[in-house]
Each structure stands twice: as structure tokens, then as C-alpha cells.
């Protein structure tokens, strides 16, 4: 195969797990909206992993309250998808706050190799199911206010409604990079994202947590427990592994 038609040129980073550990802060702001609204829900770690089988913070709640609420009818629909917006509204307020006051850091690593990225001219993108809300909050505390310009593209839950595993997330992201998935790479860290990357394409790296360190991870390109000490040369070596390219 032709080296020059498989050169890295991307990297797509997935982001609540990948770019940072903002799991147990996205469980606590459940927790307290919850609270706040008068549910006597509390989601445990052990209920959280599991719900995290479910992509998506509304189609989080959705499940649980079917599991609930096993027998209880919403006959139009309009009950539930209101209780819906109005706890995902909350609980992103919770969220947005507990970033801002410092509760989340990015992941070891990440922001240097964003930035050896960036210097070496690689596209940077985001494809995730989390809002726009979450991802600004998060980015405009880790890396600033002009955290938008280091990514190129940025496709998530507003743009993307099918969520992980479906691939449309990496589909979308693909094609408004204008590249085809040989010449990028996705970073992931859950079983969901890594399906998703994988039917668009993409060879995957996968920086697991605790909240998906039990994930089955066949498919990967590398299983990590972080990026620390992974720079560019490194994922363009594994890249070119995986298209049986000669690294450039």
C-alpha cells in the first residue's frame, strides 16, 4: 500500500473518559439534580458503570426511569421527556459549575500531544455524544477561552443525535474533515466509542478508566492507561502499523 495515501493527517479525540476523567463529576451533578427536583434516585458507582452502557446523558435518564418504572405508562411521551430536559438542564448546571471551580483536569498527556499536534500541522477534531455546554466547560478550563481553535472540527450531541455505537458521530466528523478514516485517528477510552470509531473506519486507540478498565476492547489499535509519555511519532508508527504503511 502506498504510504502517502495512508499518512496520519487527523486526530479525533472523543471526550468525557478520553480527554479527561469527568465521570464521578458528571455522577455527583446527577446526584444533586436529582436531589434538587425531589427524586429519591441515587446512583452508586456500580449502577453508574453500568448506566454508562447507555450513551448519553438524557438517554441516561430515559433507562433508568423504564427501569424504575417498569409498569408506569407515559401515554404520549410528554411526561418523561419533560422530566428529561428539565434534569439534564439541571444537572448541567451542577456540572458546569464544579468544572469551573476546578473539579476536572484533562487526562495525563493529552495536552501535550494536542499540542505536538497542532505544531506538527495535524487536524484536530472532537466527535462525542456529550452537549456543547459540557464540552466548553470543560475545554475553556483546561486549555482557555480560545480552546475552540485547536480543533477544526467539533461534532457532538447537538449535531450528532445518534449516539454511540453508531458511527454517526465519526461518520459526520469524516466527512467535514474531507478525509477519508485511513489517514486519521480516533482516541477513545469506552466499548461504545471504540464500536463507533471502528464501523466509520478508524483505527482506534483506547486510554481506558476505571469507569471502562472492564470494557471489552477487541479491534483496538493500543489499550492504554493514559497518554502519558505517547507522543506523535509514537501514534504515527502504530497508524502506519495498522494500514501497513511505512511511517512518514
Do not use: C
Not at 448519553?56 to 430515559?62: A, M, P, S
Not at 422530566?83 to 473539579?103: D, M, N, S
Request: net charge negative; hydrophobic share 45%; glycine share 6%.
Amino acid at each position: 500500500m502506498d504510504g502517502s495515501r495512508t499518512m496520519l493527517e487527523a486526530l479525533i479525540f472523543d471526550v468525557d473518559g478520553t480527554l479527561a476523567d469527568t465521570e464521578r463529576v458528571h455522577l455527583a451533578a446527577f446526584n444533586a439534580a436529582f436531589a434538587a427536583e425531589g427524586l429519591d434516585w441515587r446512583w452508586d458507582e456500580a449502577l453508574y458503570t453500568r448506566l454508562l452502557q447507555v450513551s448519553g446523558g438524557k438517554e441516561r435518564i430515559r433507562h433508568y426511569w423504564h427501569e424504575v418504572h417498569p409498569d408506569r405508562q407515559d401515554i404520549d411521551g410528554t411526561e418523561l421527556a419533560a422530566l428529561i430536559e428539565r434534569l439534564h438542564e439541571v444537572k448541567t448546571a451542577f456540572y458546569e459549575e464544579a468544572v469551573r471551580q476546578g473539579a476536572v483536569q484533562l487526562r495525563p498527556g493529552v495536552l501535550e500531544l494536542i499540542e505536538q499536534a497542532r505544531q506538527a500541522g495535524l487536524r484536530l477534531a472532537i466527535a462525542t455524544t456529550t452537549s456543547p455546554v459540557n464540552i466548553a466547560a470543560l475545554l475553556r478550563s483546561a486549555m482557555g477561552p480560545d480552546w475552540r481553535l485547536a480543533f477544526e472540527v467539533v461534532e457532538d450531541a447537538s449535531t450528532a443525535p445518534r449516539k454511540k455505537p453508531h458511527p454517526q458521530v465519526y461518520l459526520q466528523t469524516l466527512a467535514r474533515l474531507n478525509l477519508p478514516p485511513a489517514r486519521a485517528l480516533a482516541l477513545e477510552d469506552s466499548a461504545n466509542g471504540l464500536q463507533a470509531a471502528r464501523a466509520a473506519g478508524l483505527a482506534t486507540v483506547i486510554t481506558r478508566n476505571a469507569f471502562t478498565a472492564h470494557h471489552d476492547f477487541s479491534g483496538a489499535l493500543r489499550v492504554l492507561d493514559d497518554l502519558s509519555g505517547i507522543d506523535l511519532d509514537t501514534l504515527r508508527r502504530w497508524h502506519a502499523e495498522a494500514s501497513g504503511a511505512q511511517p512518514s
